[in-house]
């Protein structure tokens, strides 16, 4: 069983920038893919970022390419989501997620449907 804590989150101006981090405790975290998606209010949850056990493979959504950047640090157990450029319609909660696939390339990274464990969602808030 694996806990995620998302932080990080809160209010941005347009063309301002945030970090976000989701700390993983449980399992071998390694192991495990994970990914970032977001939710605005009255949209459905949506794919943000991907990212292999190891770090070496990355996967983005076209909206968020070339201004987010996700890393993770395997040992501290911790992701990231570097966000620059913001634009108001990156509002929405943001969402860690991970599940279980020690391969570098997963063909179902963007689906929400496929992760198993996810964080509570930290606020990100972009003003214009």
């Known amino acids: 069983q694996v806990q995620l804590v998302e932080s990080g989150g809160g209010l941005a101006q347009a063309g301002g920038s945030l970090r976000l981090s989701c700390a993983a405790s449980?399992?071998?975290?390694?192991?495990?893919?994970m990914g970032w998606f977001r939710q605005a209010p009255g949209k459905e949850r949506e794919f943000v970022a991907g990212?292999?056990?190891?770090?070496?493979?990355?996967y983005y959504a076209d909206a968020v390419k070339g201004r987010f950047t996700i890393s993770r640090d395997n040992a501290k157990n911790t992701m990231y989501l570097q966000m620059n450029s913001l634009k108001p319609e990156d509002t929405a909660v943001y969402y860690c997620?991970?599940?279980?696939?020690?391969?570098?390339?997963?063909?179902?990274?963007?689906?929400?449907?496929?992760?198993?464990?996810w964080g509570q969602g930290t606020q990100v808030t972009v003003s214009s």
């Open positions: 997620a991970a599940v279980k696939r020690s391969v570098f390339n997963w063909p179902s990274y963007n689906d929400p449907t496929r992760y198993d464990y």
């Open positions: 990212i292999s056990g190891d770090g070496s493979n990355t």
């Open positions: 449980g399992g071998t975290y390694s192991t495990y893919w």
